[in-house]
């Protein structure tokens, strides 16, 4: 595209957002103002969905279009680094393989005792984000990490063995339409959106630190 066109097109996006700035906030409640419609029927819908955790039923119900929009950002970011740096990796591709690192034995044992313990937490806190702070977020987030446990006890070939990328891709993919489904539906599903959110998650941040870890890692020589 070119630079008259792209300038085109910026201007037309920042108008269709401005307009929809404007009619979101003229019809705002006052500052400081007694009638707050919104916090009056955020604390009802949730009771009414049986959601103990309010804050994961505005996110995951009430909020489920913003929340959505936050998790296909995040899709976007992973999918575009995986892209970038697979392109500059496949141009400096040889004939390489990576090695196991030398560490301490007691990190090994650490890393892989760690590994089944903080899977679980992850598991634990998506499964019950709708009961107490957490959700698909900070659970996915504790996935993807926990995962990259096995390159800190210094097994790299294994863990690029556990986590073969066209799986965390598709998983990625697979994860984002069940939350556009689940979305669009309104259909109140808070656990299951939470799940979704946490798989998404999980897979982008795997995705990504795979990519990196491919650029940064040094390499050693195939035999």
């Known amino acids: 595209m070119s630079p008259r066109g792209r300038l085109i097109l910026f201007l037309l996006g920042g108008a269709g957002v401005a307009v929809l700035f404007v009619l979101g906030t003229v019809d705002l409640p006052g500052f400081g103002g007694a009638w707050h419609p919104y916090g009056e029927r955020t604390l009802p819908n949730a009771i009414r969905r049986h959601t103990p ?19 296909l950002i995040l ?3 992973a999918l ?3 892209v970038v740096l697979r392109d500059v990796r496949e141009e400096t591709a040889g004939s390489h393989a990576y090695g ?11 890393g892989y005792l760690l590994l089944p313990v903080t899977l679980v937490a992850g598991v634990y806190i998506v499964a019950h984000g709708y009961l107490s702070p957490g959700g698909g977020f900070q659970g996915g987030i504790v996935l993807g990490s926990a995962i ?37 539906a309104a259909a109140g599903q808070v656990t299951a959106m939470s799940a979704a959110v946490g798989l998404e998650v ?8 795979a990519k990196f870890f491919e650029q ?8």
């Open 53 to 71: 955790n309010v804050v994961s039923s505005i996110n995951f119900d009430q909020r489920a279009f913003d929340t959505l929009g936050e998790e």
């Open 75 to 77: 899709m976007a970011s």
């Open 80 to 82: 575009a680094a995986v």
């Open 100 to 110: 196991p690192a030398e560490v301490f034995d007691a990190l090994r044992i650490t």
């Open 148 to 184: 990259h446990l096995i390159y800190l006890a210094g097994d790299y070939p294994a863990l690029a063995r556990v986590r073969p990328i066209p799986m965390f891709e598709s998983g990625e993919a697979v994860a984002a339409g069940a939350f556009v489904l689940l979305a669009l």
């Open 202 to 209: 999980g897979c982008a941040v795997v995705l990504v630190l």
């Open 216 to 223: 940064a890692l040094p390499v050693r020589t195939s035999e």
